[in-house]
């Protein structure tokens, strides 16, 4: 769907659950900006998620933490803008 904007200077994206998905992969949100939203000034994602239910998947909230740590995010992006919530 957002591959049909590309065009789009503002988007905001505001995902809630009791699980880590996919909505919390940087690394296909970096690769979907960089191939189909070029123009993107500001990305606000927020992102919640119920920690009871997420203790389990600790090496998985590792990884989502770490999927935005690449260049893309911290070097390139200077202006988008991402929260994690995690709810006890």
């Known amino acids: 769907m957002l591959s049909l ?3 789009l200077i ?3 994206f505001v995902s809630t659950g009791t699980i880590l998905d996919s909505n919390a992969d940087g690394h ?3 690769r979907l900006i960089q191939a189909k939203l070029s123009l993107l000034k500001n990305f606000e994602f ?3 998620y119920e920690m009871n239910a ?3 998947t600790m090496p ?3 990884s989502l933490i770490t999927s935005f740590q690449t260049p893309f995010w911290i070097e390139d992006s200077a ?3 991402l929260v ?3 709810s006890l």
């Open 10 to 12: 503002y988007f905001k």
């Open 60 to 62: 998985t909230l590792d």
């Open 46 to 48: 927020f992102f919640t």
């Open 54 to 56: 997420i203790k389990e």
């Open 28 to 30: 296909y949100w970096e």
């Open 5 to 7: 904007t590309p065009s």
């Open 84 to 86: 994690i919530m995690l």
């Open 79 to 81: 202006g988008l803008l």
